[in-house]
T-cell receptor, first 113, second 113 residues
């Protein structure tokens, strides 16, 4: 079965607000958790990753939080812009090799003007 | 630098027909992947390759074959297409130094009637 999933299929936010996209995972053995963004008609694009021994990692306008106690991962996007409109996927990877990623189902982020 | 390209962009097949999807990357990446994406779903790994001349099965390999005769190319074959193989197919590649950041192509939309 699928070990990485997202709570909501759609999330609507006002432009300028912060967005929080959530993901629940079940495989405690995963070494990395990764967020990808997929714009309509395009392939997924890497956003940010976090190693399982970390709680928080920040990038440009994005923050990923990892709560291993409840097996929860979130992506926070600050000051959401129209260009952030996309489907966001969380993914996981076991360490030690290049044997691909396991993706969740995705959350469609809709930006309201 | 074109990144990851996929050929063709669209294709319609009849049940039982065969075809090959071509993926090419110009980033000198060692690792290449084929995923499929079904409506409302995340990506699922079909096959992958960790180097020229090598291939391995992913999560959903049945009905597909792959070849990696050249480092820059990764071919996905369907010997006898079935309606269940209607999907969008994505190729991705990554360097050995960063397995989490995969670079995806634009996708091939395949319909099997």
């Amino acid at each position: 079965g699928e070990s990485v999933g997202l709570h909501l299929p759609t999330l609507s936010v006002q432009e300028g607000d912060n967005s929080i996209i959530n993901c629940a995972y079940s495989n405690s053995a995963s070494d990395y958790f990764i967020w990808y963004k997929q714009e309509s008609g395009k392939g997924p694009q890497f956003i940010i990753d976090i190693r399982s021994n970390m709680d928080k990692r920040q990038g440009q306008r994005v923050t990923v939080l990892l709560n291993k106690t409840v097996k929860h991962l979130s992506l926070q996007i600050a000051a959401t812009q129209p260009g952030d409109s996309a489907v966001y996927f969380c993914a996981e990877r076991m360490g030690g090799g290049a044997d691909g990623l396991t993706f969740g189902k995705g959350t469609h982020l809709i930006i309201q003007p | 630098n074109a990144g990851v390209t996929q050929t063709p962009k669209f294709r319609v097949l009849k049940t039982g027909q065969s075809m090959t999807l071509l993926c090419a990357q110009d980033m000198n990446h060692e690792y290449m992947y084929w995923y499929r994406q079904d409506p409302g779903m995340g990506l699922r790994l079909i096959h992958y390759s960790v180097g020229e001349g090598t291939t391995a099965k992913g999560e959903v390999p049945d009905g597909y074959n792959v070849s990696r005769l050249k480092k820059q190319n990764f071919l996905l074959g369907l010997e006898s297409a079935a309606p269940s193989q209607t999907s969008v197919y994505f190729c991705a590649s990554t360097a050995s130094s960063s397995y989490n950041e995969q670079f995806f192509g634009p996708g091939t939309r395949l319909t099997v009637l």
